[in-house]
């Protein structure tokens, strides 16, 4: 017979990794600080939270294209990369955004700023944006540079830049990748195999003849780069046929690298950080998360709570830190010993409302089949409507109170089956505001 408590805790994680949201796919904490920013690849969602994680609040913007990466210098220089190469700037937390540059290359996945003027993006098609004036709020055509790089040896069908990093104004690196593609015309999948480069430059990456081809994979694609300095780096990324994920490691600059051992249940990495020397953490397919605390020698698997793939990790310091995924936030304040979904949809004064005149009980809670909402008060009686929203803030359904109870069925107002997961009652009344979570199984 299988124990309660087990089977209890088994259908909660499972329908944790099933959460609705958005496509969280960047994210960025400005370091020494509890503040941070994600951004969604899907809609033009930016959310910034003041205590890691804890509660968010929508800092978005008007924007064309949909956003991939966000970078913080401090917890007031921002910059964000988007589809068709487009960069806005932000010089106050993200308060207002100015847009930069458009149309560098088919996106900006990747940003890196070495102060607040001197700049690169990693562009797809072989090309790296780099920018002198990345604190530019009045937008023209010369604020980022375009830099195409040769072929041979970087193919632009092949070579889409992922990851870029610099150590200073001259040395920096990049890394690359392809997905594979269904070509319908040909009746086939193109770029099964691994498509990974790994380049590197000495002169500030202006020059596109000067970038030095250091690796070109067959078997991975690379994702995401990262040096410590001038000899040690580290690339992630995995085997696109196997899932198998990947990190390697260079002592020398670069110029060899080889395989560092990792955890056996890790899959296909996609984003890298260190936060110090010795401190780092990767993350990538079916919620994996690897930590070192030895500078890369060895790697740990951390139980992220989630079977999605984890886009982008950011620490502030050895303790916090957060990732975008796909439909999820996570944060930690213990190094990542525990990770816990953020609520980027529900704001701070609806959360942590402390009320006394009145409580909201639920039963059974997770539910299958209905959920009854029993509101406890001094009144005799509450008049209004409970609001059910899914994990990223988005409204449901509206329940009306008949005296003092609501019931839910799992459908919204057009009585359609919702998807199983974790949702959350708010009652509003005149003398507070209270939210409880529900998990919904079926």
């Known amino acids: 017979?299988?124990?309660?408590?087990?089977?209890?805790?088994?259908?909660?994680?499972?329908?944790?990794?099933?959460?609705?949201?958005?496509?969280?796919?960047?994210a960025a904490m400005a370091r020494g600080t509890l503040k941070g920013w994600i951004v969604t690849s899907d809609t033009c969602h930016v959310f910034y939270t003041p205590n890691c994680g804890l509660t968010w609040y929508d800092r978005s913007f008007l924007a064309p294209r949909f956003f991939l990466d966000i970078y913080a210098l401090n917890e007031n220089k921002l910059w964000i990369g988007a589809y068709e190469g487009t960069i806005y700037y932000s010089n106050n937390g993200g308060e207002r955004w100015y847009r930069q540059a458009a149309g560098l290359s088919k996106w900006s996945a990747r940003i890196f700023f070495l102060n607040e003027t001197?700049?690169?993006a990693a562009c797809g098609e072989a090309i790296v944006g780099k920018t002198t004036c990345g604190n530019e709020t009045t937008y023209n055509f010369f604020n980022?540079?375009?830099?195409?790089?040769?072929?041979p040896p970087y193919s632009a069908d092949s070579c889409d830049i992922y990851g870029?990093?610099?150590?200073?104004?001259?040395?920096?690196?990049?890394?690359?990748?392809?997905?594979?593609?269904?070509?319908?015309?040909?009746?086939?999948?193109?770029?099964?195999?691994?498509?990974?480069?790994?380049?590197?430059?000495?002169?500030?990456?202006?020059?596109?003849?000067?970038?030095?081809?250091?690796?070109?994979?067959?078997?991975?694609?690379?994702?995401?780069?990262?040096?410590l300095d001038s000899l040690n780096g580290f690339v992630v990324g995995g085997n696109d046929r196997t899932n198998q994920a990947v990190i390697l490691r260079t002592q020398n600059g670069g110029l060899t690298w080889q395989e560092v051992p990792i955890p056996s249940q890790a899959k296909y990495l996609r984003a890298l950080d260190f936060v110090t020397n010795r401190h780092g953490w990767a993350v990538g397919?079916?919620?994996?998360?690897?930590?070192?605390?030895?500078?890369?020698?060895?790697?740990?698997?951390?139980?992220s709570g989630v079977d999605t793939t984890l886009f982008d990790v950011s620490f502030a310091d050895t303790l916090r830190g957060l990732i975008a995924g796909n439909g999820c936030v996570l944060y930690t304040n213990n190094g990542g010993a525990t990770w816990h979904i953020a609520l980027t949809g529900i704001k701070e004064a609806d959360l942590y409302s402390q009320v006394s005149k009145f409580d909201l009980k639920?039963?059974?809670?997770?539910?299958?089949?209905?959920?009854?909402?029993a509101i406890s008060s001094h009144d005799k009686q509450i008049s209004g409507k409970i609001n059910l929203y899914d994990i990223a803030g988005n409204l449901v359904i509206q329940l009306p109170i008949i005296k003092n109870l609501v019931t839910w069925d799992g459908t919204d107002k057009l009585n359609n089956k919702v998807a199983p997961g974790i949702y959350f009652a708010r009652l509003v009344t005149k003398d507070g505001i209270i939210t409880k979570r529900i998990i919904y199984t079926r």
């Open 285 to 303: 397919r079916n919620g994996t998360i690897l930590r070192t605390r030895n500078g890369g020698n060895t790697w740990e698997i951390q139980q």
């Open 118 to 120: 001197l700049g690169w």
């Open 362 to 373: 639920l039963y059974p809670n997770p539910f299958t089949h209905k959920i009854c909402f």
């Open 1 to 26: 017979m299988v124990n309660k408590k087990c089977l209890f805790l088994l259908v909660t994680m499972l329908f944790l990794t099933n959460a609705s949201g958005y496509i969280y796919r960047g």
């Open 144 to 151: 980022w540079e375009q830099i195409s790089l040769p072929n």
């Open 164 to 227: 870029i990093h610099f150590i200073d104004e001259n040395r920096g690196w990049f890394c690359a990748g392809r997905y594979p593609e269904y070509d319908p015309v040909a009746g086939e999948t193109l770029y099964i195999k691994g498509q990974g480069y790994i380049a590197k430059t000495v002169d500030g990456g202006g020059n596109p003849n000067t970038w030095q081809l250091l690796r070109r994979d067959t078997i991975y694609d690379f994702f995401d780069i990262k040096f």
